[in-house]
T-cell receptor, first 113, second 115 residues
Framework: QKEVEQNSGPLSVPEGAIASLNCTYS??????FFWYRQYSGKSPELIMF????GDKEDGRFTAQLNKASQYVSLLIRDSQPSDSATYLC?????????????FGGGTRVLVKP | KAGVTQTPRYLIKTRGQQVTLSCSPI?????VSWYQQTPGQGLQFLFE???????NKGNFPGRFSGRQFSNSRSEMNVSTLELGDSALYLC??????????????FGEGSRLTVL
């Protein structure tokens, strides 16, 4: 059974600070990694994806991947109250897996003004 | 550009009944995936359809089925409903091509309550 683990939180972060979210996965064959954001009562929306080891930056977001440690992280710089949401880590397989993603339980982030 | 449209948004059924949910993907997207979201289990993959063919299937019983039409619209059906089927059912569309795998656009969901 493939598993994706996240700390459920809440992760409380002062406005302007860096929020650091972590995710571990069990399947070494995983090849694609995603971060989705889900506001309360809304559907998930994709904010980042990463396929190779290392860092990938997009605006205030940085995704980090370490396949050897089976670890993915998301950094949110200059956190804003609008970043308060649940962040879902999702892991995909090879091309044959298509859009079959395994999601973690999510980390709830609270950004306090 | 219109997003992913799911109908109905809310529905209430009783145990033993069946339900059909509909999803219209973003124009140009050929892949439709269905996920179930519950507080206890989180988001779980049900199945994916691409060009009218089921491309992947999750670990759900055969009571859960789906199909995709030539215009990429998709339906999922749950027969013989159980209390545990109460959940938010999310449809997600994508181009489906190898370069866009996992980049999903979710609809607002259909919230099913089974009494």
């Amino acid at each position: 059974q493939k598993e994706v683990e996240q700390n459920s939180g809440p992760l409380s972060v002062p406005e302007g600070a860096i929020a650091s979210l972590n995710c571990t996965y069990s399947d070494r064959g995983s090849q694609s990694f995603f971060w989705y954001r889900q506001y309360s009562g809304k559907s998930p929306e994709l904010i980042m994806f990463i396929y190779s080891n290392g860092d990938k930056e997009d605006g205030r977001f940085t995704a980090q991947l370490n396949k050897a440690s089976q670890y993915v992280s998301l950094l949110i710089r200059d956190s804003q109250p609008s970043d308060s949401a649940t962040y879902l880590c999702a892991v995909g397989g090879d091309q044959a897996a298509g859009n079959k993603l395994t999601f973690g339980g999510g980390t709830r982030v609270l950004v306090k003004p | 550009k219109a997003g992913v449209t799911q109908t109905p948004r809310y529905l209430i059924k009783t145990r033993g009944q069946q339900v059909t949910l509909s999803c219209s993907p973003i124009s140009g997207h050929r892949s439709v995936s269905w996920y179930q979201q519950t507080p206890g289990q989180g988001l779980q993959f049900l199945f994916e359809y691409f060009s009218e063919t089921q491309r992947n299937k999750g670990n759900f019983p055969g009571r859960f089925s789906g199909r995709q039409f030539s215009n990429s619209r998709s339906e999922m059906n749950v027969s013989t409903l159980e209390l545990g089927d109460s959940a938010l059912y999310l449809c997600a569309s994508s181009f489906g091509d190898r370069d866009y795998t996992g980049e999903l656009f979710f609809g607002e969901g259909s919230r099913l309550t089974v009494l």
